[in-house]
């Protein structure tokens, strides 16, 4: 009966050791559940948001990168860069452009004017109760003038400049909303502006009065007293108002050119001949003449006058400098009743 019982608490003891050495073996190996383990790199957080998931507000955005394009403006020379994805549609008087954001409907442009010191009002906007106004110095050099703010429901964003006789004006005007998404991008298109001053120095010319009357007198010979064939009123030189206008128009503009011919010949029979009628005004060489010039490209010359057909009036002859020379653009007449 002892040695019964003494074979017993052997087994025992034998079975607690085993015991005991599994439960070490899981201590080593760390096979906790993974759901409890603090380790575990899927545990999810107080919100119960995994902390790897891509989505997580917890990852800071990327900016957008663009390429940037350089817009060059031959009438006023000044440049500016745009991003590429954005198109612009150029105006039809060449003094700038409109930009067109990629799938945005924003006002967004840029343009040059004459600068007028008793009639030009380039920082008009920065009037408004709404907008603030702050002098900055651009990449470039130029000094210029920002007006911004939000007013009835539109963001202003405006750089100005006046320099040389002109002034330069980026405008954006869009939604709240896109102005703050797009700030850094419209920023960037502003300290991009520049002027080139090389090229305005290079292009200021002067309209002479010497240089005025000889276009005029060039423009009255060819249209009001060509040579003619004999006695008749057939024009020698040309046989129809196309080919006409082409001629003159090497010195004058092509729609005043035509505006001319059709108001003083007509066709017929493959040949043209003059209207015998009363001329327009001309310019008179012995009479005083005033020059303005308009902007760095155009200039009005003005005379008052007095004759028996009209009375007294005012002549205005508008020159500009076109493709390298001097060419009448326009011409105002203005009876003093």
Known sequence: MMRFKKNWVIALLAALVLVLAGCMNT?????????????????????????TDEGSDNEPNEDQSYTWETYENERFYFTIDYPESWTFETAQNNDGITFLPENQEQDIRVYGAQYLEETSTPYANADHADLSQEEVTLTSGVEATIIEGEADG????????????????????????????????????????????????????????????????????MLYTPETVGRTNEIENYQNKEALIDAVSEIANRSLAAEHVEGYYREEEGALYVVPTEGPAQLLADSPVEINEIDRHTYEVIQEEENALRGAYTLTVEFSWVDGQWKITDRTIVLDN
């Open 27 to 51: 201590e080593d190996n760390g096979t906790e559940d993974p759901e409890t383990d603090p380790n575990n790199e899927d545990t999810e957080d107080m919100n119960g948001d995994s902390e």
């Open 154 to 221: 539109v963001y202003h964003y405006e750089m100005v400049v006046v320099e040389n006789g002109l002034e330069y004006h980026f405008v954006s005007k869009t939604t709240p909303e896109y102005y703050q998404e797009n700030q850094e991008v419209i920023q960037a298109m502003v300290e991009s502006f520049a002027i080139l001053e090389d090229a305005l120095e290079e292009d200021s010319v002067t309209l002479t009065e010497e240089k005025a009357f000889e276009i005029e007198d060039q423009f009255f010979d």
